[in-house]
């Protein structure tokens, strides 16, 4: 039955690897497909009512937080640490409340009784966003002290989406290396790094393309595409010129 499972998941890996063991390798195969985590319900999806867990934590970077309780369908559980809180009411006009009156529920991040601190029931996904270097590495080593880290274990082990959104500059190489092992384990590493070859006009356009990231990384390219306008490449003159 092992096997089956293994040999019906698209993985290409080289074994021996530096660095993974034989459990590793199979944990890898058994949650992740290319490198992500494995699909959702999509009968949940298509009806709209998959629930999306939002956390903010104290990077800064609270307005693509904002943006993505805007655009996300189904029901919102917003957590924010709380540095993530300071940050919040720092960054944003009408602070916490800018982000409470956009999701579904607000949970408190001391509450580990929560319902969303548990993997029985339906499938859920999660959005660390942003996502503080503190938060990543806890994760990456297992740990679940409080609401945000312990809904992201859930995530992981249950084979559910979970996407970072880290915004660090420079990286040290423990934050790679955290990142890395979260990728293997089936998470989705989304750099709050927003692109300008779509020449963007104001600085809602360049949250919406790391918003638009986001959705891709959660499936959810029809919404992402409202957000952001598909690349068609850059013009060139033809070289057939009469």
Same mark, same amino acid.
Not at 25 to 48: E, V, Y
Not at 51 to 66: L, N, R, S
Not at 70 to 80: A, D, I, T, Y
Not at 105 to 132: F, H, Y
């Given at each position: 039955?092992?096997?089956?499972?293994?040999?019906?998941?698209?993985?290409?890996?080289?074994?021996? *690897?530096?660095?993974?063991?034989?459990?590793?390798?199979?944990?890898?195969?058994?949650?992740?497909?290319?490198?992500?985590?494995?699909?959702?319900?999509?009968?949940?999806?298509?009806?709209?009512?998959?629930?999306?867990?939002?956390?903010?934590?104290?990077?800064?970077?609270?307005?693509?937080?904002?943006?993505?309780?805007?655009?996300?369908?189904?029901?919102?559980?917003?957590?924010?640490?709380?540095?993530?809180?300071?940050?919040?009411?720092?960054?944003?006009?009408?602070?916490?409340?800018?982000?409470?009156? *956009?999701?579904?529920?607000?949970?408190?991040?001391?509450?580990?009784?929560?319902?969303?601190?548990?993997?029985?029931?339906?499938?859920?996904?999660?959005?660390?966003?942003?996502?503080?270097?503190?938060?990543?590495?806890?994760?990456?080593?297992?740990?679940?002290?409080?609401?945000?880290?312990?809904?992201?274990?859930?995530? +992981?082990?249950?084979?559910?989406?979970?996407?970072?959104?880290?915004?660090?500059?420079?990286?040290?190489?423990?934050?790679?290396?955290?990142?890395?092992?979260?990728?293997?384990?089936?998470?989705?590493?989304?750099?709050?790094?927003?692109?300008?070859?779509?020449?963007?006009?104001?600085?809602?356009? +360049?949250?919406?393309?790391?918003?638009?990231?986001?959705?891709?990384?959660?499936?959810?390219?029809?919404?992402?595409?409202?957000?952001?306008?598909?690349? *068609?490449?850059?013009?060139?003159?033809?070289?057939?010129?009469?």
């Amino acid at each position: 039955m092992l096997l089956t499972a293994v040999q019906s998941v698209s993985l290409t890996v080289v074994w021996p *690897r530096s660095g993974i063991n034989g459990l590793e390798l199979i944990a890898i195969a058994l949650i992740s497909r290319n490198g992500m985590a494995l699909p959702r319900d999509d009968d949940l999806m298509a009806k709209g009512t998959m629930t999306t867990i939002v956390a903010v934590t104290g990077a800064t970077g609270a307005v693509y937080a904002k943006r993505l309780l805007e655009l996300l369908p189904g029901k919102k559980m917003l957590v924010v640490t709380a540095h993530g809180k300071e940050v919040v009411e720092h960054e944003l006009e009408g602070g916490l409340g800018a982000l409470q009156e *956009r999701a579904t529920e607000l949970l408190d991040n001391d509450d580990l009784g929560a319902e969303v601190s548990s993997g029985t029931g339906p499938g859920r996904q999660m959005v660390i966003v942003p996502c503080s270097m503190n938060t990543l590495s806890k994760i990456a080593c297992g740990l679940a002290d409080n609401l945000v880290t312990r809904a992201a274990s859930v995530c +992981l082990k249950e084979g559910w989406r979970l996407v970072l959104v880290p915004r660090e500059s420079p990286l040290s190489l423990i934050h790679i290396e955290n990142m890395s092992r979260l990728k293997r384990a089936g998470a989705a590493i989304v750099p709050a790094s927003p692109g300008f070859y779509g020449k963007p006009q104001s600085i809602e356009d +360049l949250v919406d393309f790391v918003v638009g990231k986001v959705l891709n990384a959660l499936g959810m390219e029809d919404i992402a595409r409202e957000a952001v306008k598909p690349w *068609r490449g850059m013009k060139r003159e033809s070289k057939n010129k009469h």
